[in-house]
């Protein structure tokens, strides 16, 4: 059995998302680190679990909103490097 079938011909299977989970540390009642989104190859790091469980939820989404004061899935690797 490779996986379930949907079950309407036409619906499409949900597709599988993957993340890893680093936490570096844990500061102010809350954890810091990265997350990677193992199907892109994306990592961003998070400065709260609040922060790390919405990056989740866009990826899932798949919206592409710009928080000012949250990270996101687009940000340009030169500064996920240098942090």
């Not at 499409?12 to 540390?25: A, G, I, Y």
């Amino acid at each position: 059995m490779k996986g379930k079938q949907p079950e309407n011909p036409g619906e499409k299977t949900p597709e599988k998302n993957s993340f890893l989970v680093s936490v570096h540390r844990q500061d102010h009642q809350s954890w810091q680190g990265s997350i990677q989104w193992l199907e892109t190859g994306q990592k961003v790091h998070f400065r709260s679990a609040l922060e790390m469980m919405t990056l989740i939820d866009k990826a899932l989404n798949s919206t592409a909103g710009s928080e000012k004061d949250t990270r996101n899935w687009n940000l340009d690797r030169k500064r996920i490097n240098a942090v």
